[in-house]
């Protein structure tokens, strides 16, 4: 269970997520909106380089209206055509008016031509090169939230929503996608072919989406008249592309079932490819990073997340693509409902424990980012970048929101309230309330407190539970309270309906109670001591539980009930760290048949620091043979950083285990450290030099190698960071790791070895490989390199500005590192600052990876 920390801290990490400059974020003015874009774009692979001609059909909401401003950043040869206007360009924003007013409704064209070459973000370009001679021909676009301004002008918000038209000019040969229908193609005399897709349906900016290049196909059939088909670059297969994406129709037909609103959209196109960084619901055109194109091993670990992203992505054809986000401040609408809607296909594919399971991972991935990094309301308009609201509030956060009002109003009403939500905002734009009185038409209830207390303040319950019984009365007694509230961070004391149950004779009993203020006992006629006692056995509530009642209830709690019964007695008994518990739960496991107890139990046990459970451990990791179950139980066994448990691992990893696995295995080698045998150690060095399907196990050894903290780990690790072309023997899919694994080293090294190893890092900042320079980011933030604050600094200044913020953050707490060390602050002063430093290496790498994010999750 979560500890409720001391208010204090609340106050200071609510602080943490925006900035003292952060300032309130609207929607733009709309006199003038873009209705129509037509897009004529000659995209020249080779050269990295696309030349544009986009005419804006520009309409006026109200009479007067005269000026719009396109968002265009670095764009070269820049000209604007149309009747009766004035333009200005300064670098990032078109300002185009005209000398007449429109009338309400009219409407007038502006054409703008322009060139960009390989620009900073949102237009990716991938091709052979000496570096990587084997990388694909392509060119995709990547957009959200605001880096579509980086290649066509736009008004970059996704209040904003014209229809779209492409014509896309490139080499002959070359497959060519964008959102819509296709309407046809015409070849060229100079071996060019121009392509056309039109999209009827409002799209913004941060949705428009294109693909270029050499790409395999896979067909997989229609659903209700739109074709589904899968893309990617070689070496993939139409085969890798079936085995990582062929459930999409059942998934497709299960939504618009569940929803019931049919399919919005002309097609449902899904393509993958290198750089992507996650996935996204562009309209009509899914993109992926190719990373979770699987081979026959890596879909044993990793073919359900694909499947969960996959879902994801689908919702947001509704969720976010239908309905669009009236303004940022918003977005759980969109990734809070797509996260939740995995959930479902979950409870739909695999049934109600699988789903429970489900929503207490998202619980749990919320808690520890409100308790370790920040708290913040999940609808907020203070932001530095809207890019950072792409958190564990947003995701897993929302959609354990979403849970807890279909739990309230029931299925017979939720469901029916959210189609006509969907209905009523079809082709439109949505904002929070918008849902709720979809809810509160539905339901007749009045549902504002809830938004405001779960959705517009910071926080969430924390919860003391108490449980004792009395015989001579034939009385139980529960005591509840809430530790959480503090007026001055804006964290509010709830309004909760608790339900607790208890169990006499193997009959269940349930009570609701009333919690309207900070406390509340319970008293109810009991005919015996029951033998078990829960607190909201049903997850009804998004909540930190402090309660324990009792050892012999919580062993047979093990055995007994539902999954979220067993994991929570797991996780209760194993923080006694007694061996007595320890070996209840390991006998407990060896009968477990669902994966996820399995999962939270050895993260439980790794936790406690029992001594008791490292034999445990050794055992678990001896036995277990589920794929789910394998990676997490790695990482949590190998944390004890015990020599009798990493025996057992590498047993499994010489007998073969697949990659996710095989990279927790070598990470938990190198942190034996210095017990760390020779012959373990040469089998790190030797894994770390092949880069293997995706760089999987690769980055698992080298970041072993980094923990291992061997005389030599840092020169091989600074190998490991070159380019083939330099002589390295990893590509750019392992070198990030290397980059990073090298950083989190330096932190221990002897000056001249930390030297070198800062110096090899700030040249990484001007890499080839956008990963590797984002990866050395977070390898000099995880060295403490106060001397490289200048280098991040620069580096930060070629950035898009939602990832320009996170970088010039990290540059700042090393400044205030530097600082504090120069002016003898004290050593919790400087612990803080330590701290804040690496929790923007974590927000880097979350930026970075987004899903969640997945959730994430995670967009």
């Not at 961070?489 to 203020?517: H, K, M, N, Y």
């Not at 047993?651 to 073969?656: C, E, F, I, K, Y």
Request: hydrophobic share 45%; with cysteine.
């Amino acid at each position: 269970m979560t500890i409720a920390r001391e208010h204090v801290h609340c106050c200071r990490r609510v602080a943490d997520f925006a900035s003292a400059e952060a300032v309130d974020h609207y929607p733009p003015d709309r006199g003038l909106t873009s209705a129509h874009v037509d897009l004529a774009l000659a995209v020249d692979l080779a050269t990295r380089t696309c030349v544009g001609a986009v005419t804006h059909t520009v309409q006026a909401q109200r009479a007067g209206a005269r000026s719009i401003r396109l968002d265009a950043v670095g764009f070269a040869d820049v000209s604007v055509e149309g009747a009766g206007l004035r333009w200005s360009y300064d670098g990032e924003v078109i300002a185009v008016a005209w000398t007449e007013p429109f009338a309400a409704g009219e409407s007038r064209a502006v054409a703008v031509r322009y060139r960009v070459v390989e620009p900073a973000s949102g237009l990716l370009f991938a091709g052979p090169s000496e570096i990587s001679p084997a990388a694909p021909w392509l060119a995709a676009t990547d957009n959200e939230t605001e880096r579509a301004r980086h290649w066509f002008p736009c008004v970059d918000h996704p209040s904003v929503r014209p229809t779209l038209s492409f014509h896309l000019r490139a080499a002959a040969g070359f497959t060519c996608l964008a959102n819509g229908a296709l309407v046809g193609a015409d070849s060229h005399e100079d071996g060019t072919v121009t392509t056309h897709w039109r999209l009827d349906q409002g799209c913004p900016s941060y949705l428009t989406c294109f693909v270029i290049g050499e790409l395999v196909r896979c067909d997989d059939g229609e659903v209700d008249g739109a074709p589904i088909a899968y893309f990617a670059p070689r070496p993939f297969t139409a085969e890798d592309l079936r085995r990582s994406f062929g459930r999409t129709a059942a998934m497709l037909r299960w939504m618009i079932d569940r929803l019931g609103v049919p399919f919005p959209f002309p097609k449902y196109f899904q393509f993958a490819a290198p750089g992507i960084g996650g996935a996204m619901e562009n309209i009509s055109l899914v993109s992926w990073d190719d990373m979770f194109v699987l081979d026959e091993a890596l879909a044993q670990e990793w073919g359900r997340l694909v499947d969960q992203i996959n879902a994801h992505e689908m919702a947001h054809s509704y969720f976010g693509d239908l309905v669009v986000i009236r303004d940022f401040a918003d977005a759980w609408l969109k990734e809070s409902w797509a996260t939740y809607m995995e959930a479902c296909w979950i409870e739909h594919a695999y049934g109600a424990e699988e789903y429970a399971y489900e929503i207490y991972e998202c619980a749990q991935r919320y808690l520890h980012e409100a308790d370790e990094r920040y708290l913040r309301p999940i609808v907020t308009r203070r932001f530095d970048s809207s890019w950072q609201l792409f958190d564990a509030h947003l995701y897993p956060g929302g959609a354990v929101r979403l849970h807890m009002l279909r739990r309230l109003l029931g299925d017979e009403v939720f469901w029916p309230a959210v189609r006509d939500y969907l209905l009523a905002h079809s082709g439109g734009l949505a904002d929070t309330d918008d849902l709720r009185k979809a809810f509160e038409a539905r339901s007749g209830r009045s549902l504002a407190r809830f938004f405001d207390e779960w959705l517009r303040s910071p926080g969430y319950p924390k919860l003391k539970a108490s449980f004792s019984y009395d015989p001579g009365r034939g009385e139980g007694c529960f005591e509840l309270e809430q530790t959480q509230a503090d007026p001055k961070a804006g964290i509010p004391c709830f309004e909760l309906d608790v339900e607790v149950a208890w169990t006499i004779g193997g009959v269940e009993s349930r009570q609701v109670v009333a919690l309207r203020g900070a406390k509340r006992s319970f008293t109810a006629a009991m005919k015996g001591d029951p033998e078990a006692v829960r607190i909201d056995p049903e997850q009804k509530l998004l909540c930190a539980l402090e309660f324990n009642p009792g050892e012999p209830r919580l062993r047979a709690q093990l055995r007994g009930g539902d999954v979220i019964g067993r994991i929570v007695a797991g996780k209760t008994l194993a923080k006694t760290g007694t061996r007595a518990n320890v070996e209840a739960i390991a006998a407990a496991w060896a009968t477990e048949p669902f994966w996820g107890v399995r999962v939270e139990w050895a993260r439980a046990l790794a936790d406690s620091g029992a001594l008791a459970a490292g034999p445990a451990m050794a055992e678990m990791v001896a036995r277990e043979r589920d794929p789910l179950v394998l990676e997490p139980l790695l990482r949590a066994a190998g944390s004890l950083r015990e020599p009798a448990v990493v025996a057992a691992i590498e047993a499994r990893l010489a007998a073969g285990l697949p990659y996710r696995a095989s990279q927790a295995a070598y990470e938990a080698m190198g942190a034996l450290r210095e017990r760390l045998p020779a012959a373990g150690l040469a089998r790190l060095i030797e894994a770390s030099a092949r880069e293997g399907f995706g760089g999987i196990v690769a980055a698992g050894a080298l970041r072993g190698l980094a923990a291992s903290r061997a005389p030599e780990a840092a020169a091989i690790l600074t190998a490991r960071t070159r380019t083939l072309q330099e002589g390295g023997t990893l590509g750019d899919r392992a070198r990030p790791a290397a980059a990073l694994a090298l950083g989190q080293l330096a932190r221990v090294l002897e000056r001249r070895e930390r030297e070198a190893a800062i110096e090899r890092l700030c040249a990484l900042l001007r890499d080839p490989a956008p990963r590797v320079r984002e990866a050395a980011v977070q390898g000099l933030s995880a060295a403490g390199a106060v001397e490289a604050a200048e280098a991040i600094e620069a580096y930060a200044a070629g950035l898009a500005a939602q990832y320009r913020v996170g970088a010039r953050r990290v540059a700042s707490s090393l400044r205030q590192a530097a600082a504090g060390a120069r002016f003898g602050a004290g050593e919790a002063q400087l612990t803080a600052l330590q701290e804040k430093v690496r929790r923007l290496e974590d927000e880097l790498g979350r930026l970075r990876d987004r899903v969640d994010a997945q959730e994430g999750r995670e967009r």
